[in-house]
Structure formats: structure tokens, C-alpha cells
T-cell receptor, first 119, second 113 residues
Framework: AQKITQTQPGMFVQEKEAVTLDCTYD???????LFWYKQPSSGEMIFLIY??????QNATEGRYSLNFQKARKSANLVISASQLGDSAMYFC????????????????FGQGTILTVHP | NAGVTQTPKFRILKIGQSMTLQCTQD?????MYWYRQDPGMGLKLIYY???????DKGEVPNGYNVSRSTTEDFPLRLELAAPSQTSVYFC????????????FGSGTQLSVL
């Protein structure tokens, strides 16, 4: 079974500083995808970044980068130059095949980390 | 481009009532999903569909039913609502199972009292 663990219930960061949100995962399948989503207080789910298990390079999207350490099964999100608008809940998620070898795009989510950016 | 549209945004039900949460996408995606998010928690998959006429259970399907008569629509039916179904419901879609991105609707906040 797939499992995503986010061990930080809450994180605080000063505006303009960088912050790392932790995510570890567990799957026995060599082919999987890792996602980060942002959920602001308004409630919508905003896609941030994706990393495939076979990708050689760490994914980057603007101020977001994913620190992918395959051997440690970790996929930490790094936000550089934090902004007040980054205050939100952040979810790590994984797509991995089920026992039948198919995943149909289904994501397993972690419990989330609440990030608060201080001015 | 509307993306994934969910209605209603908010709803209060009495125990035992039934309702249908509507979800429509205009991106011609074959894959659609229903998730629920309990307070302070991540999302859990209720049902999913890989195309019109094909649906399957996710992690927490009890108390729900779905249908997929068209590519665009994927309604979620709650029969005999219970307080345990108080949650925020998200519909999502993707163009295939290997997609690098799921597109989410804005969510439906449901309270069962």
C-alpha cells in the first residue's frame, strides 16, 4: 500500500526567507509520481509541482523546487523567497500503481503542513 | 475555460436526506475522481472513473454512489446522509492516468446535522 507522511503539522517562516516542507513516501513500485498542492484558506487545491520517479533532475517551478531523494524516499518542497501569500496548507501526494499494476491517476495524500509566513 | 465546475458550493443536510453533488469538466478528460477532505486532514478518494460508463471504488466509498453517462459529468450521490459524511468534497479530472497534474474543482462544503 502507498503511504505519504508529512511530519510537520505547522511551519513558520519570515517573509523573503526560504522554507522546506518535509514529505516522505512509501511504495514498492519503481514507477510513481509525486505532487505538491497548495490549499489557501479559500479552500481550492492549487497544483504546484510534479516529480516523476524516473526523472533525473529535481523539478522546479518558479519559486518552488522539489528536493527528490529517491534512496531516502523523500520529496521535500522548497519555497524560496517566501511571500505573505504563501501562507496556506500544503499537501504532498503520490500516484503509484495499485496491486493490479494500474493507478488510474489516483493520488494518495499526506495530512498536510500549515505554513505561516510572517512579515 | 471553466475547467472543473462543482455545484453547490455549500449545503446543509438533515440526517437521512439524500443529495447529488454535481461535477462537470470541459477539458475532455477521461479520468475523473471524487475526494473528500475531513477537517485538518488530507484528501481521501471516494470513487473514480476512467471513462464514460466505467466507475470504480476508491478508499472510502461507503454511503456514496456515482455514475458516468458522459465524458463531461461525474455526479456523486449521497443516500441517507449521516453526520460522518460532513466534509469538503472535491471533484478532479486528468487527461490520462499518467498525468502530471490533476485539475480540481473548488469544492463543496457539506454539513449533515
Amino acid at each position: 500500500a502507498q503511504k505519504i507522511t508529512q511530519t510537520q503539522p505547522g511551519m513558520f517562516v519570515q517573509e523573503k526567507e526560504a522554507v522546506t516542507l518535509d514529505c516522505t513516501y512509501d511504495t514498492s513500485d519503481p514507477s510513481y509520481g509525486l505532487f505538491w498542492y497548495k490549499q489557501p484558506s479559500s479552500g481550492e487545491m492549487i497544483f504546484l509541482i510534479y516529480q516523476g520517479s524516473y526523472d533525473q533532475q529535481n523539478a522546479t517551478e518558479g519559486r518552488y523546487s522539489l528536493n527528490f531523494q529517491k534512496a531516502r524516499k523523500s520529496a521535500n518542497l522548497v519555497i524560496s523567497a517566501s511571500q505573505l501569500g504563501d501562507s496556506a496548507m500544503y499537501f504532498c501526494a503520490m500516484r503509484a500503481p495499485n496491486a493490479g499494476g494500474t493507478s488510474y491517476g489516483k493520488l494518495t495524500f499526506g495530512q498536510g503542513t500549515i505554513l505561516t509566513v510572517h512579515p | 475555460n471553466a475547467g472543473v465546475t462543482q455545484t453547490p458550493k455549500f449545503r446543509i443536510l438533515k440526517i437521512g436526506q439524500s443529495m447529488t453533488l454535481q461535477c462537470t469538466q470541459d477539458m475532455n478528460h477521461n479520468y475523473m475522481y471524487w475526494y473528500r477532505q475531513d477537517p485538518g486532514m488530507g484528501l481521501k478518494l471516494i470513487y473514480y472513473s476512467v471513462g464514460a460508463g466505467i466507475t470504480d471504488k476508491g478508499e472510502v466509498p461507503n454511503g456514496y454512489n456515482v455514475s458516468r453517462s458522459t465524458t463531461e459529468d461525474f455526479p456523486l450521490r449521497l443516500e441517507l446522509a449521516a453526520p460522518s459524511q460532513t466534509s469538503v468534497y472535491f471533484c478532479a479530472s486528468s487527461y490520462d492516468r499518467g498525468a502530471e497534474k490533476l485539475f480540481f474543482g473548488s469544492g463543496t462544503q457539506l454539513s449533515v446535522l
